[in-house]
Each structure stands twice: as C-alpha cells, then as structure tokens.
C-alpha cells in the first residue's frame, strides 16, 4: 500500500468517530440503556501525569485473546499517523480492561460478547480472527457495525457505541493522546498574553 492510500485508510478509519475529543471526557461506559457512567471522571489524573510507559500489565479481567481483539478494535478507531501515535501505543486496552474489571455485570456481558461478535464476523468474512485481518478488512468490518451507530439494535451496533467511547475516553486522558496529539502543554507559566494577533480584531 503506497503512503497516500495508507493515510487515506487511516482517515477513513477516523471518520467513524463522530463525536469531538473534547467532549470525550464525559462520555458513558456503557452501550445500553442503563445509568452512564464516566470513565474519565476517576482515571483521568494518573493517566496523564503517566510520564513514560510502565511495564505492560497483567489483565484484570479480559483473557489474552480478548486482549488482542481489543487492542485492534481501539487501534482501528484511533490508529497511528503521522502527527501522533494511536490507541494501542497509548494503551488504550489496559485503561478500559481496568474499567470494566469494575464493572457491573450487564457491562462485562456487553464487553466479552461484544468482543466475541466481533471476532465471529471476521471469521466469517475473512477466516482470520479481527486481530489478525490486515488494518483494510478491519475498517470494513467497523464500517459496517457502526452503520446505525445513534440507533444500535444489534448486539454487535451496541458493543460498537461502548468501544469507540472507550477507546476515545481512554485515548484522550493518556499522555499520548493529551499531549502528542492534542498538544496540550498544560501548567505553564506564560511571561506574557499577547492576546488576539488577527489585524482585523484590532480596530
């Protein structure tokens, strides 16, 4: 795949998130109906305070094959370019693993079925597990589960909705996501304001 058609794919694969980054902070854990809950609200802090990646973590609830699905799943919807690294440098998987450990159990039920539909679907198109289909198959195969993403009805279109909020709500309270792709420097001292530097906002 040459340079230009790779980042084609890769913004393909973005437009699937709908929603801003800012706004993903407050978004719900879970894909049905049910009280929302923030991710962010109690993992935001010690996430981005990370300075530098820690050893990779034994998981507290998904098994290693849920593992591999996730951190493709995230890394499709989020995948790495050339102005930041992606979900799974991030280690978007770790953050929601922690999450949903603590979880109710309608939640983890959402989240390992979900997982499981996902990687059935691959199976069935390509005969490959979602992890191990190339980044082309597994954008076609989120394309298509997130077709009726402000309606979900099928168990698939709900596990969709709570990843790509996850993922995004990971992603975003991570040093990667905070500060390589938003750039927010954050907590500096400024020796001065200049202020609007637009000649037509000086009149």
């Not at 309270?173 to 530097?197: K, M, R």
Request: aromatic share 6%.
């Amino acid at each position: 795949m040459s340079e230009s058609q790779d980042n084609v794919s890769r913004r393909k694969a973005l437009k699937i998130i709908v929603g801003s980054a800012g706004a993903a902070v407050s978004l719900p854990v879970l894909g049905e109906s049910g009280p929302p809950t923030s991710m962010a609200a109690c993992h935001i802090t010690p996430r981005a305070q990370a300075a530098a990646p820690s050893a990779i973590r034994t998981p507290k609830f998904f098994n290693e094959g849920q593992v591999k699905t996730l951190e493709a799943l995230s890394e499709t919807i989020i995948p790495t370019d050339d102005h930041s690294p992606g979900a799974k440098a991030a280690r978007v998987w770790e953050y929601i693993d922690e999450i949903i450990a603590d979880s109710d159990e309608r939640s983890k039920s959402l989240w390992t079925q979900g997982l499981s539909a996902v990687d059935t679907l691959a199976e069935r198109a390509y005969q490959k597990k979602f992890a191990g289909c190339a980044p082309e198959q597994q954008i076609a195969l989120l394309e298509k589960i997130s077709q009726n993403e402000e309606h979900p009805a099928t168990l698939e279109e709900r596990f969709f909705v709570a990843a790509k909020r996850a993922t995004i709500d990971g992603y975003y309270t991570s040093a990667i996501g905070i500060h390589q792709d938003l750039e927010y420097q954050g907590n500096t001292a400024l020796a001065e304001f200049p202020g609007c530097t637009h000649p037509e906002h000086k009149e």
